[in-house]
Structures are given as C-alpha cells and as structure tokens.
C-alpha cells in the first residue's frame, strides 16, 4: 500500500515546548477579511498547509496579490472576475466562507474543489444567504459547485437551526456588504472569532449568547499576528495527557471559548491543565497551555461539549482507547459529514488504539483493551485522522502504521517531524 507511515513512539515521558502553526480557522477568516479590506494588510503566523494555501489562491484569482505575510488588495467593490473556477481543494471553510463574501460583490463565481469537497453539504449557507437577496445555488445534492453571482444585497434577520461557525461567518462576511444591519442568530456553542474580530473593526455587536448584529460597512485593512491553533495542538496535548508524567507547554494559542471543549475533555478525563492568560487578537482570547499526563478515565461526553471539541472527537476515541472505564460520544451526528464519516473513523483509531469500540447513531462508545486490535489505520483522506493516527501509536504501547498520513498535509505538513520531536 502506497503512502502508509509507522508510527512507533518512545514509551518514556517528555518534557517539551512548542511553538504551533497559527490557527487556520482565524487564518481563513483573515485573508478573506484582508481581501474584502481596501489597501495593504498583514496576517502573520499563517498556517504552511494546503487548507489555507486554497484560500489564498481564490483571492489571488480576484485580484488580490501579496506575499509572505503581505496581502494587497483593491476592495472588494474592486474584485475582478476570476478567469476559471475558484478550486477550494479539501477546504470546506474556504468554499463558505468565500461565497458569502462573494454574495456582495461586483463578481461572479463557481467553487469547486477536490473528491472529497464535492461530496459535502453545502445547501446549509444557501438558503441563509439567499435571505439577504443573494443569488446563490449548489448542486441538485446540495454539495458544491456553489455558484455565487454577486449582486446588492439588503440587511435580514437570519436565524440558523444549527450551531456552525462557518454558515454563521458566511452570512456575516455577506451582511457586510448588505444595505442595513442583520440580526444573525443560532443555538450557541459556535466559535466566536468573526463576532469578536467584527465588534473589534467596528461592524457589529453581540446581543446575548447567541445573537449578532452585523453593521455594513468597509472593514479596515489588518495587521495581526495569528495565535496558535488548538485544533493542531490538541494531537500534543493528546500525546501528553496519555503518558503519564510528560508535560508539554503550548504558548499563545486561541482560548476562544468554542475551542477549548477538548481541554475540558482532557481534565475531566484526569490529565492536569493549565492555562495562563495572554493578550487578546481583535478581542479573541490567547493563552499559553500546559498539558501533564497522568492516568487517564472514561467519560460521558454530550451537549454543549460535544459541539465545542467536534473536531477533536477522532482523537477522543484515541484517548478512550487508553483509558479506563468507558468513554461515551454522543449528540455528534455532524461527524458523518465531515472529510470522512468521523464516527467510523473513530471507531477505527481506537481500534488501532488498542482499544474496543463501536459506533452508535450519534456518535461511538469505546471500552476494555482488544488484543487482536488491527495496527493499521487508513486515513480516507482525513487530514485529523491521519494525525490522530500517529497519536494511536502512544496509546497503543506499540507501532501503528496509517494508510495515506500525507492527508495531514492538509493543516500541518510538519506535523509528523514535531510529534516525534518530542522527546528529542
């Protein structure tokens, strides 16, 4: 089999810090707000992985240059027509939020991308979109292309049914160009960054937990350093938290409160967490993070927490693998339609975690130690699953191999190099 890594990492604990890759969440979201911006910004600390490399290629294709930690944009009143279709390859961040920005402009465009993309849901920021007089259409199945033909748009109430940063950012990078404010509201649990960076440039405010007025208006051009990402950190501190006696140090990474579900997970499991508070990026919370390993429980995980560490589940199953007692994930249907089902491929890392585990409707339960578990993980083109993968290896005590790892270059291309650098 092509493209499989072996994973076999030291048994001994580690003591390490680590400067991380900036968040990709807050990466995206800076490009296209430095491209909506008219003249020169600067966003330091983007993330090397191809996720954010589509990002920047679709604004270059609408006119907007720089390098490095330069981007150089006309407006968005000043796009210019891309010449073919705008590839998002697996990034489906770049696809929603980009069509919301596109929603308002002067443009039109068609976003595609790789095998993977065209198969996920996208229908859920048309019809929000369209309340805003937006003219834009997916696929009969509802998955992309997406075609946005940009046109004026007029302020709305929005009310989403679900809990998405990303429709949520889309609806509120078109309001911008909208012709009065909009009232965006969803059930709460979403993470933040675009209501805060956007009360912070002035265009818009919070009302309670879950609602935002966007203000329409030109947003200032940026100049920032990215915090860290804890969707990458979290595979760290994974691999902290199940040896006992390792502690790895995480400085300035995003604390914004609907990231930090999986740290929650980590101490309610048994691992001691610590956070010091740092300043603020555009009123989004920074913090340095300190993970130390010690035997780990299962745990119940539902609700509220469930949302906040969607991400971070595949590497739960891991963790449950190595724990005591039973973990159970529920509430977590939305894994189904992520770069792969993430409830299968759960199941599977904490199989190759060593662990005994099986699906359920919303979400998989993991118990006890399987000795005939399978050391092969294959990835199905899931960049966190390759990763979370590589971390089975510790839970395991012993090698696992993962079938097609080069999908983490997706996030974290030097993502490997660090994890066995650890104990360097």
Do not use: Y
Not at 142 to 166: C, E, F
Not at 241 to 266: E, W
């Amino acid at each position: 089999m092509s493209d499989v890594r072996t994973f076999s990492l030291p048994s001994r604990p580690f003591q390490a810090e680590v400067e991380l890759p900036g968040d990709k969440s807050l990466g995206h979201r800076a490009l296209i707000l430095a491209a909506m911006a008219d003249g020169d910004s600067v966003v330091a600390g983007l993330s090397s992985g191809a996720d954010i490399a589509a990002t920047r290629r679709a604004i270059a294709a609408l006119g907007v240059g720089g390098a490095g930690d330069a981007i150089v944009s006309p407006g968005i009143d000043a796009w210019t027509a891309p010449r073919a279709p705008l590839d998002c390859g697996n990034s489906g961040t770049t696809v929603r939020l980009l069509a919301g920005a596109l929603a308002g402009s002067p443009v039109s465009a068609t976003l595609v991308g790789d095998d993977s993309l065209m198969r996920r849901p996208m229908a859920r920021i048309v019809e929000p979109l369209r309340l805003l007089g937006a003219d834009v259409s997916a696929s009969p199945a509802g998955t992309p292309p997406i075609v946005v033909v940009g046109r004026p748009l007029h302020g709305a109430r929005v009310a989403l049914a679900i809990s998405s940063a990303q429709v949520r950012t889309s609806v509120a990078l078109a309001a911008l160009s909208a012709d009065g404010p909009t009232r965006l509201s969803s059930p709460p649990g979403f993470r933040d960054h675009t209501e805060r960076w956007l009360a912070h440039l002035g265009r818009g405010r919070a009302e309670g937990e879950a609602t935002f007025i966007v203000e329409p208006g030109p947003v200032p051009p940026l100049d920032l350093q990215l915090p860290g990402d804890p969707s990458s950190a979290a595979f760290l501190w994974a691999a902290a938290a199940i040896r006992p006696g390792s502690r790895l140090v995480t400085p300035g990474v995003s604390m914004n409160p609907g990231r930090t579900g999986f740290l929650d997970i980590l101490d309610r499991m048994g691992a001691t967490v610590e956070v010091e508070n740092g300043e603020p990026v555009m009123g989004d919370p920074v913090g340095t993070v300190t993970v130390t390993g010690a035997a780990l429980q299962g745990i119940l995980i539902e609700g509220a927490l469930t949302v906040r560490a969607l991400d971070e589940l595949p590497l739960v199953a891991v963790l449950a693998a190595a724990a005591d007692g039973e973990t159970v994930v529920d509430g977590a249907s939305e894994l189904r339609v992520k770069e792969s089902d993430r409830i299968e491929s759960s199941v599977a890392l904490a199989r190759a975690a060593g662990g005994r585990a099986r699906a359920t409707p919303e979400g998989f339960i993991v118990s006890g130690k399987d000795a005939a578990a399978p050391t092969t993980v294959d990835a199905r083109a899931d960049h966190r699953v390759a990763m979370a993968g590589a971390v089975a290896s510790l839970a395991r005590g012993s090698s696992v191999s993962v079938a097609g790892f080069s999908a983490a270059a997706v996030s974290w291309p030097e993502f490997a190099e660090v994890l066995e650098g650890l104990w360097s």
